[in-house]
């Protein structure tokens, strides 16, 4: 974009946006901070819809007199013009050589054979190369012939088996089927096409299920077997009337994210949800481990196929990052959300909540798992990341809102770049760029102010009268303050202990006499843990027990001789021999006192307990120990 060529490939054009609204379709170039210049090629073309293929060169239009018309982008000339009437969905294959077209049924004239309403046609000369008979649109499901990355493989589930076709030569119809009894659903393994997820929904008291099955199980046209082929991985589940299969990139596994229509818990008006793993070669297969009871919102992998993030919760939910694995990495806390997107090359990620949310929009980067930014999008209805990666576009559309349409542009780090309003606005949405058109870049390290200046010049508005809020409100404490929006469950590492914060207060870096002092408290520990085998070793045993037994008390407690005043200012060593020469002497009074008694009493040594007769013998070595402590 102009006003931001600096985080743009230098060689690469900037990214546009397609709006329509009620004059038509209409490409938006040149983002700034206050205009967007319109692109005079496209502008004002009336349709009731448009695609884009991949590569963003051409736009399919659905006219609104009628017909499918493709447009080169940059100049704006009609490239075909296909007479199809009622047009329903259009989608372009994943390099963009072909177009499906759905039309909505019509009923054949005079009871005859119904027209073929679901068609696949070449983009570089408008020919039908299949064509199908389909009475029902669903759009959770389309587009119903789904190709792979590269075009060589295409697939299209009906009940009961999977229908597989070569990607370069449609017309040649079906090339082998997959037989799996009570399929519903299926979805073909992107990048590399290797493998098949097919759902069957719960039957007859059967659980549901999701199985994996390889292509190369799949049988010819040409054969006449009929056995069911084997799958490779296998999960079976209840409460589940329907399910989204999500592939990541390199076929490693797939993420059944199942759904029911009513939850008999009652938690929930819109029923259950869950969400499985299931490794591609079958060595493990089960429930994503989440932390917090709720359904799920949102389920996304990363462009680069290493991880995924799941939302899930009741409101305020939470968001976790698991790796290829299943295994949790990263919790980033909970908060009002309900979308996740990826940037095209896997380094930003924003997490934004949307619907009867506030619409707050968080910006991570994934290398260093910290948060670069933060916006607030009220109204918003959808997010999408533009093909640089830098920029995030918001927009209010309608049917799903009719009021304060229109779309903002967004900056990586959160500043507010363009707020562009409309009356009523039907789409908006990044003109898709080739691969490697835009390069992958880090955070800028510039200084943000300009930005933070432009956003705040851009997001200024007249100031209102604050609303009437009850007494009751203004009491509220923070701690359920904290709960509502998330405040208390702060992000961190899968495994790491979480510092306790009390709700509301902001996490704080500890300052350099902090640091300093927990250095200080560091290194005296570590010198205390040092000493204090040497001192547990020049301590000895305490006096016999059953010597003190006989003793008289008055002289058991009196005051033991004090050391010389200059000796207890000498070192470490010398205080430490007047402390033994002590103890010695005090054990030597002890004996006397046992010899003096046993002398009075007339009798002999023999009759003394064992313990006595020990100290007693133990005279000889302590005295030779008191005379070179004192020598």
Not at 146 to 155: I, K
Not at 489 to 517: L, T, V
Not at 569 to 578: F, I, L, P
Not at 586 to 602: N, T, Y
Request: hydrophobic share 35%; net charge positive; charged share 20%.
């Amino acid at each position: 974009m102009a006003a931001e060529s600096s985080d743009s490939h230098p060689a690469a054009p900037p990214p546009t946006i397609l709006t329509r609204d009620k004059q038509g379709l209409s490409l938006l170039s040149h983002v700034t901070a206050s205009e967007v210049q319109p692109v005079a090629a496209v502008q004002n073309v009336p349709c009731s819809q448009a695609k884009f293929s991949p590569d963003g060169s051409l736009v399919a239009v659905a006219a609104v007199g009628g017909g499918v018309r493709l447009i080169h982008t940059a100049s704006g000339e009609q490239r075909m013009h296909m007479p199809l009437e009622g047009v329903q969905a259009m989608a372009f294959s994943p390099r963009g050589s072909y177009l499906q077209v759905f039309q909505r049924p019509t009923a054949p004239a005079g009871g005859g054979q119904a027209e073929s309403n679901l068609t696949v046609r070449r983009v570089s000369d408008g020919e039908v190369v299949w064509r199908q008979v389909q009475k029902t649109f669903n759009s959770s499901v389309w587009p119903s012939m789904q190709f792979s990355a590269d075009e060589s493989v295409a697939c299209r589930p009906v009940n009961g088996e999977v229908q597989l076709f070569t990607g370069a030569d449609l017309a040649a119809g079906v090339a082998a089927r997959l037989k799996v009894p009570g399929m519903t659903s299926a979805q073909l393994a992107p990048s590399p096409p290797s493998h098949i997820a097919v759902f069957a929904p719960e039957a007859k008291g059967a659980p549901a299920s999701v199985r994996i099955f390889t292509r190369d199980s799949a049988i010819p046209s040409s054969s006449s077997s009929a056995s069911p082929a084997a799958p490779v991985a296998r999960r079976s589940f209840f409460k589940c009337s329907g399910v989204r299969l999500v592939w990541n990139v390199g076929t490693t596994a797939v993420l059944a994210w199942t759904h029911s229509d009513v939850d008999k818990t009652n938690q929930s008006y819109y029923g259950e949800s869950g969400l499985h793993f299931l490794a591609a070669d079958g060595s493990f297969e089960g429930a994503v481990p989440l932390s917090k009871e709720g359904p799920i919102h949102d389920v996304q992998w990363s462009p680069n196929g290493k991880d995924f993030v799941v939302v899930h919760g009741f409101m305020p939910a939470k968001a976790t990052l698991f790796d290829s694995r299943c295994k949790p990495l990263f919790d980033f806390g909970s908060g009002p959300r309900n979308l996740i997107r990826w940037n095209p090359h896997g380094r930003f990620l924003c997490l934004a909540g949307f619907g009867n949310l506030p619409g707050d929009v968080e910006v991570w980067e994934r290398t260093r798992l910290k948060q670069v930014g933060k916006a607030k999008a009220p109204c918003g209805v959808s997010a999408e990341w533009s093909p640089d990666g830098r920029h995030l576009l918001v927009a209010t559309t309608a049917p799903r809102l009719q009021v304060d349409n229109g779309f903002k542009v967004f900056k990586y780090n959160g500043s507010l770049l363009l707020h562009r309003p409309y009356g009523l606005l039907y789409q908006a949405e990044w003109t898709p760029a080739p691969e490697g058109v835009y390069a992958d870049r880090p955070p800028s390290p510039r200084s943000s102010k300009k930005d933070q200046a432009s956003s705040e010049a851009v997001q200024a508005a007249p100031s209102k009268a604050a609303p009437y809020r009850p007494p009751n409100a203004a009491r509220m404490t923070c701690t359920f303050r904290a709960q509502l929006s998330g405040e208390d469950d702060k992000p961190c590492k899968i495994g790491a202990p979480k510092k306790y914060i009390p709700p509301g207060a902001e996490a704080a870096e500890p300052s350099k006499s902090a640091k300093k002092n927990a250095k200080k408290r560091e290194a005296a520990k570590a010198k205390k843990d040092t000493a204090a085998p040497h001192q547990a070793s020049a301590v000895k045993p305490a006096p016999d027990v059953a010597a003190l037994s006989i003793d008289d008390r008055p002289k058991a407690q009196q005051q033991e001789p004090q050391a010389p005043q200059g000796q207890g200012s000498g070192t470490d060593e010398a205080a430490e021999r007047a402390k033994r020469a002590r103890n010695v002497a005090k054990r030597l009074r002890q004996i006397e006192d046992l010899k003096a008694k046993v002398a009075a009493a007339g009798a002999s040594t023999a009759g003394l307990e064992a313990a006595q007769r020990e100290k007693l013998e133990q005279e000889a070595a302590l005295r030779a120990e008191l005379a070179s402590l004192q020598g």
